[in-house]
């Protein structure tokens, strides 16, 4: 089994998602049961419109930090990252939209894991500590 020092501030071999679809850069936390990353809202984001990271931004973020936790996993036991999708989500509650140049950090603690299926509490937070977003999600992997 790999291991590897936290934060990890290149995270691309972790996700399956690409430039420009990535919406988090990196891994704060990890444990069995919960993840924290960071992502830094810069120019040319695909969900940045007037200086402002639109919701559908925040919520992939939320699902790209899951993602963290699956393909970390993965790679601490040496095998490639698994493709997955967002299976439903819910209570999404939006409460501020960060700005351009702001770090959020987005936790997610992980409620149920059975056969791929994912269900996870997730939490972002702006600079100030303060929750600007939260929800819940479940992430399948594709077989």
Known sequence: MKKSNLPITDVKHLIPQKEPF???????????TSVSSSFKITEGNLFLKD???????????MAQTV?????????????????????SVKKVEIFYLP??????TTKAEILHE?????????????????VIASG????????
């Open 22 to 32: 990535e919406m988090v850069d990196t891994l704060l936390g990890f444990s069995k």
């Open 51 to 61: 200086d402002l990271f639109l919701e559908p931004g925040i919520i992939e973020n």
């Open 67 to 87: 993602a963290l936790h699956t393909g970390y996993d993965y790679f601490l036991r040496d095998e490639p990252a698994p493709t997955g999708y967002i299976g």
């Open 99 to 104: 700005k351009l140049n702001e770090i959020i």
């Open 114 to 130: 059975f056969m791929g299926v994912t269900m996870v509490k997730i939490e972002v937070f702006n600079t100030e500590k303060e």
């Open 136 to 143: 819940q999600m479940k992430t399948v992997i594709a077989s």
